[in-house]
């Protein structure tokens, strides 16, 4: 009855938008311990939008809006483009860089209107000896309601923090509800500030949290997830997680992501809708009930 029961439950997976890239990922799913999902564009809609912006003394909020997003239009990030689409919606001008470095995970860095710029993530001006301090408060009132602070720096000093936010995707709640229900571990992995992944997770009533890795780090969070033989589902999108897609024992992609998360994944969901993790782990054990 084996095959068939596959094909059987293949069959209905396709029927609500869950593709099992041959029959072998069924069989995986069903002995899924810990399901380790991205955060951005996973379970969050993957299109920030700026929403805060707190100057240093003296500073301008239109110039710093200008010199971040005449940096950032050269970057792809989805954190740049709310920044220059804000910087655009309020009909400024911007000065294209001189020089531009993206710094993956990070942030990014160049010269705009002669200026020596940096924005991104407090650990990446940490990095380049900028103090942090005078904005830290307004950067952790931000992460503490779940936005994604960044700072911008000119010439070495730190004149201001920018927040966006990424809300949650409709249902990812009750995904992880019954996820859980169902006796799985979920993890959530992001390369995110780990105050705002943190105040996402209790929005989502996720309890781990794997905050602050680099794009090469989520491999190695999924490995860590693996040790003692556990078994690890990863749910990406496919920007920066084929290769964790590909290192899980089940690598889930979701719909809207990008080919290459298809490519790296076991199981393909054809549309944003997070409940269909939760439906394919229950199909995967139902089918192979049936085999038994
Ligand atoms: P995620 O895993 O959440 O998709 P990334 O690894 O792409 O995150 O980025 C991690 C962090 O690096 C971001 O939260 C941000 O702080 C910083 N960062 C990366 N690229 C940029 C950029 N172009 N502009 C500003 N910040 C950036
Ligand atoms: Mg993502």
């Keep these: ?28 799913l069903r002995g899924t ?3 380790a999902m991205d955060k951005t564009g996973t379970l969050t809609r993957g299109r920030p939008e700026l929403t805060d912006l707190h100057v240093a ?5 239109s110039q710093v ?23 655009r919606e309020r009909g400024l001008r911007l000065e294209s860089a001189a020089e531009f470095n993206a710094e993956p995970g990070m942030g990014a860095s160049g010269r705009v209107a002669g200026k020596g710029l940096l924005i991104g993530a407090d650990r990446y001006l940490a990095r380049e000896g900028i103090d942090t301090a005078p904005l830290a408060r307004h950067a952790e009132g931000l992460a503490d309601a779940g936005r994604t602070p960044l700072y911008l720096a000119a010439d070495g000093r730190a004149i201001a923090v920018l927040g966006v936010a990424d809300p949650v995707k409709d249902g990812a709640r009750e995904a992880v509800a019954r996820l859980r229900e169902q006796g799985l571990q979920v993890v959530m992995v992001t390369g995110d500030n780990r105050r705002t992944a943190q105040a996402i997770a209790r929005e989502l009533g996720i309890e781990d949290v794997v905050a602050e890795v680099l794009p090469d780090g989520k491999v190695d969070a999924v490995r860590r997830l693996q040790e003692g033989g556990r078994r690890v589902a990863f749910v990406g999108d496919g920007i920066n ?8 024992d089940v690598g889930i992609a979701i719909g809207s992501g990008t080919d290459v998360a298809m490519e790296s994944a076991d199981v393909v969901l054809m ?9 394919a782990i229950a199909l995967s054990r139902a089918t192979i009930r049936n085999i038994k």
């Design 65 to 87: 809006l200008s010199l971040a997003a005449g940096l950032e239009q050269h970057s792809e990030h989805p954190i740049a483009e709310a920044i220059v689409r804000a910087a």
């Design 271 to 279: 549309s944003d809708n997070l409940g269909n993790v939760p439906n």
């Design 57 to 61: 003394e003296g500073v301008e909020e």
């Design 33 to 35: 311990q810990v399901v």
């Design 241 to 248: 997680d084929a290769p964790a897609l590909a290192q899980a």
């Design 1 to 28: 009855a084996t095959p068939t029961s596959i094909m059987v439950g293949t069959g209905k997976g396709a029927e609500m938008g869950v593709l099992f890239r041959g029959g072998d990922a069924l069989q995986a």
